[in-house]
């Protein structure tokens, strides 16, 4: 076999090794991106008046959640639908300032064109936190489109409320 042939095939061997395992890094940032930014976009923007804030969700949502989303929220409330997913966020925003911090993101590959993001939010009335408010555990499905990642599904569950240490 010649120089030139084994480099040709050393070549294909590396862009097809690449191909496998740079693209579902490079895909787990996107989607993780994507999801930080329905995250951003759920949180209450200062002196954003009720008819902006929905309007603002409605533009910037409809290209960051899939018109089918499902969502399970704490309690077992379940969502279907972009317009329910929309309509809950800006009923869980009336009459409050809600602050949503992410505690913690992690991102895996469960299939084709999908990205699972398991996370920790903390959602609080103020920039400083609640002193009593814990994290809630959740994993949402980023689904890849045309458009880039959107989310396909969603499931928080209940605060995850530390036991206070026994006293001697």
Known sequence: MTRGKQLLIAGVLLVGFASIFVRPASEERAARAAFERLVATLADKPG?????????????????????????????????????????????????RPVISLQEVRTGRPGRGLVRVAFEVLVSDSQAGDLHAAPRAGEAEMAKSDQGFRLHWLEVGDEARAEPEPRP
């Open 48 to 96: 954003e008046a009720p008819v902006a804030r929905e309007a603002r969700l409605r533009r910037e949502l409809a290209s960051l959640v899939d018109s089918d989303v499902h969502v399970t929220l704490p309690g077992g409330e379940s969502l279907q639908g972009r317009d329910a997913f929309i309509t809950k966020a800006l009923e869980l925003g009336r009459g409050r």
